[in-house]
Each structure stands twice: as C-alpha cells, then as structure tokens.
C-alpha cells in the first residue's frame, strides 16, 4: 500500500526537510502521496509534484490550515489514514506537534525520529541525546513515523506528480491562532544550511556575539547556531540553538567557536560532514569530534580568518 | 481548577550513560535517577498558577516502578498536593502512558495538563499530544509562556525559526519547553513534609490499560564514533585544509 508524506512548507514554497523525508519514505518502498495542508498552498504543492517519486499530492487548502494548528490537521490527516499503512513526516517542529496525535487517534505507537529503514517495519532511531542507538521494529498495522532529515539527502527533482485536492474536516475549534513571531533572515536556514557558524558561552555577550559571530556567517553565506548555554545566557535567540533540545543539523561545513561540546550540544551536530573548533582550551571535549582544531583566542582568530577567506 | 502534572523518573541528565554490551538495553542498575527534567519545568509552572491563585490543586502522577515514589516525593516536596502513582514494572510506551493519564485526567478533571515535551531517555516527544488526542482536547506543545484567561489559555510556543501564540479552549494539555521556567529546588522542610503528603497507588488494570508494547526493541548499540582530527596551528593552515583536505570551502 502507499505511504503518505506530511509536508513541511510555509504555503509559498517547500521546506527542504520535505524531499529529505521523501528519500526515507522511499527508501521503506511503496507509492509515495505527498499531503500539502495550508491555505493558498498551491505554490507548495507544485513544488511537491515535481519532486522525483512522488506518485501524487493531495493538496487541502483551507483558512483553518493556515497556521498549522495541530487539531485540524490531525484530523485532516486521520481523515484519508484510511488509504496509506505508512504516515510519515520529517521531524520539525510542526509535525513533532501533530504527528503523535494522529498516532494515538489511530491507535498506534509512533516511531519518532528515525535516522535509519532497516525495512517497512524496523528502523533506527536515537535515544539518550544519541547516546545510544535503538533498533525498533512496529507491530502496528499502520505505521506513524518521524524523520532525523539530517540523517537524510534531499530527493531531487524530476517527478511530475498530479496535485488533487482534499476538503478539511469541520472545524473542531479546541485552539486558536494568536501570532507569529518568526524571525526574518538573509541568512540560510539552520537545518538546511551548508555551512553553520556557532558560538558559545565563550563569547561572553549578545553583543560580541554579533561582532564576530555575524560577520565570519556572512562572508561564507553561512547559517548561525548557537550552544543552549550561549541561548539561556541570552546571547543568541532560542530558534538558533543547536543541540539535542534545540536543531539537529548536519551541515557541510560545521564551526564551532567558542563551544566546550557538551554531550546536549554534540548530539545536534556530530553528523556535520567537517566539524572545525576553535576554543582557547585545548582540552574541550569538542575537539575530540573536530575534524580540524585550533587553539587560541577566538576575538583574535574569527576576524582573522573571516579576512582569510 | 486542579492541574494536573505527569512526571517521569529517568536516569539523570548527568549522568553519562552506558550501553549494554550484549545489546539489550542501557545500563540502568546503580545509576542516579531523577526527575526528568522537562517534567521538573512542568512542575514549577504548575505551582506557580497555584501561587499566582489561577489553580488550586496541584497533582503529581508517575507512571512506573515502586522507586517512582521518590519522583513523586520530588514533586511534592517542590510544593505539588498529592501524589498518584500508577505502579508497573514493565516499560510502558508514550501510548500506553497517555491511555493510563486519560483514566486519570477522567477521574480527576483537571483545568489543565501541564508536562515534559519529552523524556530524555526515549526522547520520544509523544505522551502531551496523544494524551490531548485520546481526551479530544486542545494541546499547546513546546510551550515558552503560559498566560491562564477566562475558560481557555494563551500559550507561546517554540518552533522553527521563532515563537508561536495560540489559545487554548479549556481544558487542555500544555508541554513544556526549557525556557518556560526555571525550576525551584525543594527547601529541606518541604522534603520533610513531602514524606506525608498523599499518595494514592493505582495499576494499569485499574484504568483497563493494556501496556503491552507495539514497538519490539531489537537492539540498542553504541553510536557510530567519530574520531578526533588534527590541530591546525594558524588560521592560514585551517583555510589550507578546509580547501584543499576537506574540500568544502
């Protein structure tokens, strides 16, 4: 049977997290349905059918879906669960938020977070801030599933799926949509960025942070991240934080400045293809998953290496 | 209005933990355990709705070994009321826990649910939304602020790229996030008082909950290591290798 995908998109245009998700979804085998739920999401459906693999997308545009508000959707999606033994969508912020009560108004143990399809029923997934590595096999009939998309490449394009449309189901109203405050950047976003700057503790202040952290990120079209201890001393915003609790990213290139590399901190960026750190105490644990280390004054070396490139 | 707060008992954010070296499972015998700390978040923001006199009640529920007293011992002693622990030995799963706290939150009628977004050893992030699902309540998950109003609740919540405000219609389930709070420690009186506090002791038959688990862990191994790479002595050198070496410049 098929396998349905939760998209990730802000109506205009697909999140990247979407085509990373699709690369799992094919890898468990089956058609693959993309669901593209907003409201005048049609920019982010057609995105969807071009993506290679995808057989078809179902496109529910409704003003109820607009925000992503998880009742409605959880029931949008319960509402065509009928079709598909396989529901599946990255784990972002917005499907962590829905998917689990899809689950349990299907009654099905979700499996959050796989890194990995050992087959359409067994997966990895990582527990203990991936401390350790748990392989899980669901004896669901319907299988409700999450993706590490830092775990995964991105499918490509080439695919010229149909778009059809879906209708919402009436309105629940349990919740409501207040505001938005998302925060507006040239700068690439965490989890789809090729390279990531991030600073930590050491950097002392919100301002210092943006003295040297912003520049060296801009001169490399870079995206900014930042250790919990740099986001709860206040020097940089939550939405930046790297880390177990905070993104899970694994970009090209990672720097590390001025971060100790707690354990937290580790399991939201070991799987970056090139880890640089640069720290003044050589004994920090995160030289030990640096590929490159330097050892010095990071207000001395971030300038001077931001002239280098 | 009562609130209602689950916690769980996890080996200790501290501690760094061990996997088994035949596989099967995480070394949990003589390991420090506490209360996971997202449900430790959760509990400071209940008592402060006591304090604030939006709440009368505050209940602490722990699903899990007889030792889950001590969890909820913590919570009583932070200044929780009572105390329900629902006693199993078996792991039980975000599906099953969320079933048990529906027969709770049914017998209780709690205002609102307040709890972990999720616990550090399964890192699941589940239990808050299948609860409000199976209550066909509202849910407010990754919860940054949380305002109480007349019948519903204004709650901001960390996402991608931001903050998001919904209200809820009451009752509700809110997760919490870290930066909710800071939580209190328990002052030595209230340890002393905490030991009688109520707790009632309940089972999962009680509620008519199967805890059988859906998901059969096959193995639990180490994870893939990564070696430790070179020093660098001079920003020159680094920009050298991040070209030529690694490529990715």
Do not use: C
């Amino acid at each position: 049977m098929a396998i349905l995908l939760l998209a990730e998109h802000d109506n205009s245009t697909l999140s990247d997290q979407t085509a990373k998700a699709l690369t799992a979804a094919k890898s468990i085998g089956g058609d693959v349905h993309v669901l593209v739920a907003g409201s005048g999401a049609q920019g982010a459906a057609d995105a969807a059918a071009k993506l290679d693999g995808v057989a078809k997308v179902l496109l529910a545009d409704s003003g109820d879906l607009a925000n992503g508000l998880a009742e409605p959707l959880a029931d949008l999606i319960v509402s065509i669960a009928g079709d598909y033994d396989t529901l599946i969508a990255p784990a972002t912020a917005s499907a962590k938020n829905v998917m689990p009560r899809v689950a349990a108004l299907l009654d099905v143990m979700q499996i959050s977070e796989i890194t990995e399809v050992i087959s359409a029923d067994t997966f990895k997934r990582p527990i203990y801030a991936g401390n350790a590595i748990q392989t899980v096999q669901s004896t669901d009939a319907k299988k409700v599933i999450t993706v590490r998309t830092a775990a995964f490449q991105a499918a490509g394009e080439g695919g010229s799926a149909s778009v059809e449309t879906v209708s919402a189901p009436p309105k629940a109203g349990l919740s409501s949509f207040v505001s938005d405050a998302i925060a507006s950047s040239e700068r690439p976003e965490l989890t789809s960025a090729k390279i990531i700057v991030s600073g930590g503790r050491a950097l002392g202040s919100a301002e210092k942070f943006k003295e040297v952290i912003l520049p060296l990120a801009d001169k490399l079209g870079a995206a900014v991240g930042a250790s919990r201890a740099a986001v709860d001393a206040g020097y940089a915003p939550n939405d930046w934080q790297v880390g177990q609790t905070g993104k899970v990213v694994a970009p090209d290139l990672y720097i590390a400045a001025g971060i100790s590399g707690a354990i937290q901190h580790l399991a939201g960026m070991k799987d970056s293809k090139v880890i640089v750190a640069i720290n003044k105490d050589e004994e920090a644990p995160i030289f030990q998953v640096a590929d490159y280390g330097l050892v010095g004054d990071l207000f001395e070396l971030l300038p001077e290496l931001q002239k280098a490139l | 209005m009562k609130i209602l707060v689950p916690v769980k008992r996890v080996v200790d954010y501290n501690v760094k933990i061990r996997v088994k070296p035949d596989g099967t499972g995480v070394e949990l015998a003589n390991v420090k355990m506490s209360m996971n700390p997202f449900d430790e978040i959760a509990v400071e923001e209940a008592l402060r709705l006591k304090e604030a006199g939006k709440a009368e009640e505050v209940i602490v529920v722990s699903i899990g070994p007889a030792k889950a007293e001590e969890t909820l011992r913590t919570g009583l002693a932070m200044g929780a009321d009572r105390a329900i622990l629902v006693e199993t030995d078996q792991p039980v799963e975000p599906l099953a826990v969320a079933k048990i706290l529906k027969g709770i939150a049914e017998a209780e009628a709690p205002g609102l649910v307040i709890m972990g977004k999720q616990a550090i050893d399964d890192d699941s992030n589940q239990t808050g939304q299948m609860l409000a699902a199976l209550l066909n309540w509202g849910q407010a998950t990754f919860a940054s602020k949380v305002e109480i109003g007349e019948g519903s609740a204004k709650v901001t919540r960390e996402v991608d790229g931001g903050l998001q405000t919904v209200e809820v219609k009451l009752p509700a389930i809110v997760t919490t996030d870290l930066r909710l709070n800071e939580p209190r420690y328990a002052s030595l009186p209230n340890i002393m008082k905490a030991k009688k506090k109520p707790l009632d002791k309940k089972t999962p038959a009680d509620f008519g909950v199967d805890t059988t688990a859906r998901l059969t862990v096959l193995k639990t191994e180490e994870p893939g290591g990564r070696k430790a790479g070179i020093k660098v002595a001079s920003v020159a050198e680094l920009v050298e290798k991040l070209k030529t070496e690694a490529g990715v410049l």
